[in-house]
């Protein structure tokens, strides 16, 4: 079946820890995301790539950082820097032509972090 | 200023009683207005997408509405399966990426 894996579903920190999140497609979509979700917050874009070896900063990439070295690929880690880490983070991937440009995204199921 | 408004926060229905959510909209040059639904502990899952004022789409017990400056989600007759979380999202014309609303949480009770 097609779709984006995430892991791990769950991952505790310590401060002061680097920890990074997986994500992998099978859908042969050009562009990938990610975005941070808190309760009341909504949606906020970290990080997204749209062909391989390039990526642009969102909306809260501070503390951030990710790499796209194969299409499939698009790993995020969450450095020490990142003063509030504790959240839930999704995955997406679309294709990036077509009339819905880069607006029909497939989520994967999340990783939620904790920072102890 | 968000872009893109959801109302109401929450929504609290009985099985069968039909009603609207709301997502108001100040991007300039829209190029698509995107639905979404969103389980507890899941990634949100596509609904719609719609493109110009006037465009209705359906899906089941779900209608997707749009005018030049606002979408509504209607739900009609809804069942307990339908609570969920539901996103709406801009995309506006020369940006690549969506702006969401913080979302309506729907609970339908039996």
């Known amino acids: 079946d097609g779709g984006i894996t995430q892991s791990p579903k769950y991952l505790f920190r310590k401060e002061g820890q680097n920890v990074t999140l997986s994500c992998e497609q099978n859908?042969?979509?050009?562009?990938m995301y990610w975005y941070r979700q808190d309760p009341g917050q909504g949606l906020r874009l970290i990080y997204y790539?749209?062909?391989?070896?390039?990526?642009q900063k969102g909306d809260i990439a501070e503390g951030y950082s990710v790499s796209r070295e194969k299409k499939e690929s698009f790993p995020l880690t969450v450095t020490s820097a990142q003063k509030n880490p504790t959240a839930f983070y999704l995955c997406?991937?679309?294709?990036?032509?077509?009339?819905?440009?880069?607006?029909?995204?497939?989520f994967g199921e999340g990783s939620r972090l904790t920072v102890l | 200023e968000d872009q893109v408004t959801q109302s109401p926060e929450a929504l609290r229905l009985q099985e069968g009683e039909s009603s609207s959510l709301n997502c108001s909209y100040t991007?300039?040059?829209?190029?698509?207005l995107f639905w979404y639904r969103q389980d507890p502990g899941k990634g949100p899952e596509f609904l719609f997408t719609?493109?110009?004022a006037g465009e209705e789409k359906e899906k089941e017990r779900l209608k997707a509405t749009l005018t030049k400056k606002e979408s509504f989600l209607h739900i009609t007759a809804p069942k307990p399966e339908d609570s969920a979380t539901y996103l709406c999202?801009?995309?506006?014309?020369?940006?690549?990426?969506?702006?969401f609303g913080k979302g309506t949480m729907l609970l339908v009770s039996p």
């Open positions: 997406a991937s679309s294709q990036s032509s077509g009339r819905a440009g880069t607006g029909e995204l497939f």
């Open positions: 859908l042969n979509h050009d562009a």
């Open positions: 790539s749209q062909i391989v070896n390039d990526f």
């Open positions: 991007v300039s040059g829209l190029r698509g």
């Open positions: 719609l493109y110009s």
């Open positions: 999202a801009g995309l506006e014309a020369g940006y690549s990426t969506l702006t």
